[in-house]
C-alpha cells in the first residue's frame, strides 16, 4: 500500500529512479540532445569557469604561450615570403636558398608551435570540463527530493549530458580556434596597414558590404535552423517513447502507425532542413560575389601600384597573404562566436544547478548520533505536507515511537501516509512541525549521511542498475566481500538463480536489471539491504512481487533479520502483520489504531474491516 503522493507522483518517482516505463524521460532526453540550446548575447556566464581552469595555471599559461607563438609564426610566413620575392632574385638569386630555408625553419616552428598550442589549450580545456562534470554531479546528488519535484530528472540529465558537451566543444576546440584567429587578426591588421594603407583602408570600405549579407540572412538562417532542429527533436523523442515501450507497441500492434508517425515527423524536418538550405545557400553566393569581387578590385589597384613602382612585388604578395590570414580570421571568429553564445547559455543553465542549495543539508555544526546504535526511532505531533502541496498534508499531527529490537507494522488504505514515515525517517524531508529523531537525536541536528547510516531500506519499487549483481549488493556496502555477498543472497533466496546466471555473481543485469523477473529484482533488493547491517531495516512491501512460495521462504529470512534489528513494516499482506509486536493503524495521516492482530480484530474498526477485505480475497 502506498500513501496520496505515492499514487500522484508515480511517474515522477519513476523517472528519478530509473524504472521501466520511464519514457518520457528518454523522449526529453533525447529531444534536448537536439542542438537547440538558447544562444546568449551576454557571455559573463562563462566567467564562472574561471575558477575551474585557475586550478591549472601552469598549463594555462603554456597554453596562452604557445597561442601567441603560432599567431606570430603564421604572420612572420607572410614577411619571410616578401622578403624572398624582393631580395632572393637579387645579385642572380645567390640568397634564393637563405630566404627559403628561413621559410622552411619558420613552417617547421608553426607546426611545432600549433601542436603544443594544441596540445596544452586541449589539455586544460578537456582538465577543465573533467571537474565541471563531476562539480555538477556531486552537487545533483547532494539535492534532495523536493528539488526534483520542480526539475524533471530528463532536464537534469540533458544539462549534465548536453550542456556540459557544448561547453567542452568551447573549452577544448572553439576557444583555441578562437583566440589564435583573434591574434592573427589584431596583427594582420597592423601589419596591412604598414604595408599598404590605402590598399588596407579599400579592403576596409568593402567589409560592410560583406557583413550585409550575413546580417541580412543570418538571422533567417539561424531561425530556420531551431524550427528544423526542434522538429527533428520531436521526432527523436517520439522515437525514444516508442523504443522504451516497444513490447506495449507491439503487444497492440501499433508498429505501422508508429513508423508511419515517424516518418511524417522526418519529412516535416528535412522540408524545414530544405528551406534552410535554400537561404543559406543564397546568403554563400552573395558573400562570395561580394568578397572576391573586392579582392579582385584591391589586388587590380595593388598591381597598378607595382607597375607604378610604388609598392614592391614582394609587398603586395604579402599584403595578399595578409588578406587571406586575416579575411580567414574574421570568418573563424565569426563561427567561433556562435560557439561562444551558445556555450555561455549552456553555462547559464550549468550554473543554476551549481547554485541550487539541498533543503535537507547537515547543519553547521551536526551532532553525533550516540554509538553504538541503539535502533530507536520517534516521530511526536509531526505535521507534513509535500512541497508543492501545502493544503494537502501527508501526516497531520502523527506520531510514534519504536523501540530497540521492536517490529511495528504500519498498516492503512492508500494515501494514508505510511510511505511518507519511511521519507521523513530518512530525512528526503523535514516536517514542517514536530518531530522526529533516531536513537534520542532530532535528524535536523544530525548529518543526515550518518542518519541514514542508522537504515536499510527495500522499497516497493527495487530500483537496480545496470552492473553485475554483485555489484547491486555491494550498494548496500562498498567494502562487502563475495562471501558476505553470498551469505545475504542465500538469505534472501536469491543465490540459486543468481549461480545460475552465465557468470555468475559477476553478470551484467541490464539496464535497471531488466534481464531478470520482478520476483528476482526484489529478492536482490533484499540482499543489498541485508549486507548493508543497519540497526533499522525499513520495508515497503519487500514481498510485494514474490510468488507465494518465494514470499515464504523470503519471509523466514527476513524473520531473521528482524530479529536482530528495529524493524518497521508497510505491510499489505498479513503473513507480515501477524509477526510484528505491534501494528499501528493508519488514516487520513493519523494513526486511528494500534495493537496486535488479535486485539484489533476484536475491536473490528479499521484494520479488522482491512483484514475482512483480504480474507475475503484469499
Known amino acids: 500500500m502506498t500513501d496520496r503522493y505515492d499514487a500522484t507522483d508515480y511517474s515522477a518517482r519513476a523517472e528519478a529512479q530509473g524504472r521501466p516505463g520511464a519514457g518520457a524521460v528518454l523522449a526529453e532526453q533525447m529531444a534536448d540532445a537536439g542542438d537547440k540550446r538558447a544562444r546568449r548575447r551576454d557571455i559573463r556566464p562563462l566567467a564562472r569557469l574561471i575558477p575551474f581552469a585557475m586550478r591549472h595555471k601552469g598549463h594555462a599559461l603554456a597554453a596562452l604561450f604557445w597561442l601567441v607563438a603560432a599567431a606570430a609564426s603564421s604572420l612572420s610566413l607572410t614577411a619571410l615570403a616578401r622578403g624572398a620575392i624582393d631580395h632572393g632574385f637579387e645579385d642572380g638569386g645567390r640568397n634564393l636558398n637563405f630566404w627559403f630555408l628561413l621559410l622552411g625553419a619558420n613552417a617547421l616552428f608553426l607546426g611545432v608551435s600549433s601542436a603544443a598550442r594544441y596540445y596544452f589549450v586541449t589539455r586544460t580545456g578537456e582538465r577543465t570540463i573533467a571537474d565541471l562534470r563531476k562539480g555538477l554531479f556531486g552537487r545533483i546528488l547532494t539535492l534532495d527530493p523536493s528539488f526534483y519535484a520542480r526539475m524533471r530528472t530528463g532536464e537534469v540529465l540533458s544539462r549534465l549530458t548536453t550542456d556540459i558537451a557544448l561547453v567542452d566543444t568551447l573549452m577544448t576546440t572553439s576557444i583555441s580556434f578562437a583566440l589564435r584567429n583573434f591574434l592573427t587578426l589584431i596583427g594582420g591588421l597592423a601589419l ?42 520531436g521526432a527523436v523523442g517520439f522515437a525514444g517513447e516508442s523504443v522504451d515501450a516497444i513490447e506495449t507497441v507491439q503487444a497492440f500492434g501499433r508498429g505501422d502507425s508508429a513508423i508511419a508517425r515517424f516518418g511524417a515527423a522526418v519529412e516535416d524536418a528535412f522540408d524545414a532542413s530544405l528551406k534552410r538550405m535554400k537561404a543559406r545557400a543564397l546568403m554563400t553566393a552573395m558573400i562570395i560575389v561580394v568578397m572576391f569581387g573586392g579582392v579582385t578590385l584591391v589586388l587590380w589597384l595593388g598591381a597598378l601600384d607595382v607597375v607604378s613602382g610604388v609598392m614592391s612585388p614582394g609587398a603586395l604578395l604579402q599584403f595578399v597573404l595578409l588578406s587571406v590570414f586575416t579575411a580567414g580570421a574574421v570568418g573563424a571568429l565569426g563561427e567561433s562566436w556562435g560557439d561562444v553564445q551558445k556555450a555561455a547559455g549552456a553555462m547559464e543553465r550549468i550554473e543554476e544547478l551549481m ?14 548520533l550516540p554509538q553504538p546504535p541503539r535502533g530507536e526511532v520517534s516521530m511526536s505531533a509531526v505535521q507534513f505536507a509535500y512541497p508543492g502541496r501545502p493544503d494537502l498534508p501527508a501526516l497531520k499531527g502523527f506520531s510514534l515511537t519504536v523501540r530497540p529490537g521492536e517490529t511495528v507494522a504500519l498498516v492503512g488504505p492508500s494515501g494514508a501516509g505510511k510511505s511518507t514515515v519511511f521519507r521523513l525517517l530518512l530525512r528526503f524531508y523535514d516536517p514542517q512541525s514536530g518531530l522526529v529523531s533516531v536513537d ?7 548529518d543526515p549521511v550518518q542518519v541514514r547510516d542508522r537504515f536499510a531500506w527495500v522499497s516497493q519499487e527495487t530500483p537496480l542498475f545496470s552492473g553485475s549483481a554483485l555489484e547491486n549488493i555491494r550498494f548496500g556496502r562498498e567494502d562487502a566481500t563475495v562471501e558476505e555477498a553470498r551469505a545475504v543472497a542465500e538469505k ?103 495493537g496486535t492482530h488479535a486485539e484489533l480484530v476484536a475491536r473490528g474498526g479499521l484494520y479488522a474491516r482491512l483484514a475482512e477485505l483480504q480474507f475475503r480475497g484469499t
Open 192 to 233: 596591412l596597414f604598414v604595408v599598404s594603407p590605402k590598399l588596407t583602408g579599400l579592403v576596409l570600405l568593402i567589409v560592410p558590404f560583406l557583413l550585409g549579407p550575413i546580417f541580412l540572412f543570418g538571422r533567417k538562417v539561424r531561425k530556420l535552423t531551431v524550427a528544423s532542429q526542434d522538429r527533428f527533436a
Open 355 to 368: 547554485r541550487a542549495t539541498p533543503g535537507i543539508a547537515a547543519p553547521a555544526h551536526p551532532r553525533a
Open 440 to 446: 534520542g537525536v532530532d535528524v535536523r541536528d544530525a
Open 492 to 594: 534472501a533466496q536469491a543465490l540459486t538463480f543468481l549461480d545460475a546466471l552465465p557468470e555468475g555473481f559477476d553478470t551484467p543485469l541490464g539496464e535497471r536489471g531488466k534481464s531478470l523477473s520482478g520476483g528476482q529484482r526484489q529478492r536482490l533488493a533484499i540482499a543489498r539491504a541485508l549486507v548493508r547491517d543497519a540497526p533499522i531495516l525499513l520495508l515497503d512491501e519487500a514481498t510485494s512481487a514474490l510468488d507465494a512460495e518465494s514470499e515464504r521462504l523470503v519471509q523466514a529470512a527476513l524473520d531473521q533479520a528482524m530479529e536482530e534489528r528495529t524493524t518497521l513494516v508497510i505491510a499489505h499482506r498479513l503473513a507480515t502483520v501477524l509477526r510484528a509486536d505491534r501494528i499501528v493503524v493508519m488514516d487520513d495521516g493519523r494513526v486511528v489504531e494500534e
